[in-house]
């Protein structure tokens, strides 16, 4: 029987006891794994055991992908009708909300990140991902097409059955909303893996999916290792498709493995090293809080975050002050009080990873201009971190860190700082800050990036799509474009009066 998760949240921000099973979800039960082990998750703010999770095999993908097939043959898919399918995702957004406070006090335990910013950006966030696909369920068309008068051709978008889902760390609950919502509302089930090191919110998402009423089977989620759980999703001649968010060397194996098996669709929403541009003319107080906000918020962790400052000749040297002066305040410690701004990073692994780059920078002859060390003794944590005096062949410059540390380089013109900001096998974000609405609409066209954003970082909308160029992956998330991801088109052809 799966082990229980009980814990008293008694922080300057969070105060509840919670309790759930930790097992793996099919078929609407919690669930061993079928080798009966576990897996132990950690606390990033000291480095101990919070609570151990069941771990899934593929033997228990099999048993899923089973369970996902007969929901869809006979509970969902083209047996629930839209309007259904958009009454329990609008059940489930209720719940979401009531749980609001639960749900961002379990993000900040495993992850990291603050109470604060989980409950008004990744809670809040997913909430209204799923209610904006709960929309979508009923409104799901195809067209009729013009052919002749002897005959009625029409498309159906229809849902193409059991699709695999692989979720990251770094956004667990929000990661989660992005996959499930477009999914659900088109009629599919869904075999998803949340990461090793971030379950938590997972499997209590599991206990509100089965209080809104959805069937058994229609959602299923196992915990595990990438190589078991994560291979075995991606691989597997029953699931017809998998989309995935992570490292873009992952995503190349996950891609791997879903053509040399069915040759299944895929979505890939991979890594990022978003350049931020800043001209003479932006609003320098601004372009300083925005910088910040880019690369330091969410430790750094996030895909999106805009690592590479160009900053313009004419202001370089003022902005660099204040840039730093604004880092200095930032307030690392402890994700549940209110002031914090910074928490730990999400796992030792990650911890020394970023360690790694920075001493890399160092080495290759670049100036930390603050942080560069580890903050504190305990836990994982790490003082945000910028370099200068930078070269474009550096690491620190080229190869995505997902941590909280940036490198500002200084350009000439517009031309220079295009040149250089393309200049990476990344494109998936990229920012402008100029008061020059022609110079920004022009510098954000010319991009090679899946978003631009002007005079703003990281902000993102659910009826919006976000996704990447180049090496940064492949289709879209968010907006009525992710609903292509998980449809397949049929065309019918009525004859009405041709005759042979």
């Given amino acids: 029987m799966p082990s229980t998760f009980a814990h008293e949240f008694n922080t300057p921000t969070f105060k509840?006891?919670?309790?759930?099973?930790?097992?793996?979800?099919?078929?609407g039960q919690f669930l061993d794994g079928s080798n009966n082990t576990t897996i132990d998750v950690i606390n990033p703010t000291n480095g101990k055991v919070i609570t151990s999770v069941s771990e899934g095999t593929p033997k228990d993908v099999d048993l899923a992908v089973d369970a996902a097939h007969k929901a869809f043959d006979t509970t969902w898919g083209l047996h629930a009708p839209g309007a259904k399918r958009s009454i329990l995702m609008s059940k489930l957004v209720a719940l979401m909300e009531k749980n609001a406070d639960e749900l961002a006090a379990l993000e900040a335990l495993d992850n990291g990140k603050t109470f604060n910013w989980a409950r008004n950006a990744d809670v809040a966030g997913a909430i209204d991902c799923i209610r904006y696909y709960a929309g979508w369920a009923d409104k799901v068309t195809g067209q009729v097409q013009e052919t002749t008068e002897d005959k009625l051709t029409y498309t159906r978008h229809e849902p193409i059955g059991v699709v695999g889902q692989i979720i990251p760390w770094n956004f667990p609950l929000l990661m989660m909303a992005w996959k499930l919502g477009p999914a659900l509302a088109c009629g599919n089930t869904i075999v998803l893996k949340p990461s090793e090191f971030t379950p938590l919110t997972?499997?209590?998402?599991?206990?509100?999916?089965?209080?809104?009423?959805?069937?058994?089977?229609?959602?299923?989620?196992?915990?595990?290792?990438?190589?078991?759980?994560?291979?075995?999703?991606?691989?597997?001649?029953?699931?017809?498709?998998?989309?995935?968010t992570g490292s873009t060397l992952v995503g190349r194996k996950i891609m791997e493995a879903a053509a040399k098996s069915n040759l299944k669709n895929v979505t890939l929403e991979l890594g990022g090293k978003s350049p931020n541009i800043i001209f003479d003319d932006a609003d320098i107080e601004q372009a300083v809080n925005w910088a910040a906000f880019g690369i330091f918020w969410n430790h750094g962790q996030t895909c999106c975050a805009g690592s590479r400052i160009y900053v313009q000749e004419g202001i370089h040297d003022e902005f660099l002050k204040r840039f730093t002066e604004k880092t200095r305040s930032l307030k690392v410690g402890d994700p549940f009080a209110p002031d914090t701004f910074q928490g730990p990073q999400v796992s030792e692994v990650q911890f020394n990873r970023i360690m790694s780059y920075i001493d890399s920078g160092k080495a290759a002859g670049a100036k930390v201009e603050i942080g560069g060390e580890r903050h504190g003794s305990e836990g994982y944590f790490i003082k945000p971190t910028i370099f200068?005096?930078?070269?474009?062949?550096?690491?620190?410059?080229?190869?995505?860190?997902?941590g909280p540390v940036g490198v500002v380089i200084k350009f000439k013109d517009e031309e220079d700082v295009i040149k250089q900001a393309n200049d990476t096998v990344y494109g998936l974000a990229a920012a402008v800050f100029t008061q020059n609405l022609n110079r920004a609409i022009n510098t954000a066209h010319r991009l090679k990036a899946g978003t631009a954003w002007i005079n703003c970082v990281n902000s993102l909308h659910s009826n919006v799509p976000f996704g990447g160029f180049k090496q940064s992956g492949i289709g879209r998330e968010l907006g009525e474009y992710a609903l292509s991801n998980y449809t397949s088109v049929k065309a019918v052809h009525v004859n009405l009066g041709h005759r042979m």
Avoid at 232 to 243: D, G, P, R, T, Y
Avoid at 388 to 402: D, G, R
Wanted: with cysteine; net charge positive; hydrophobic share 45%.
């Fill in 16 to 27: 509840a006891k919670v309790s759930f099973s930790t097992g793996l979800f099919i078929n």
């Fill in 202 to 244: 997972a499997i209590r998402m599991c206990h509100l999916i089965n209080e809104a009423g959805f069937p058994p089977g229609v959602v299923n989620v196992l915990c595990g290792y990438g190589n078991t759980v994560g291979n075995a999703i991606s691989s597997h001649m029953k699931i017809e498709k998998v989309a995935f």
């Fill in 388 to 402: 200068t005096n930078t070269h474009p062949s550096m690491k620190i410059v080229q190869e995505e860190i997902f």
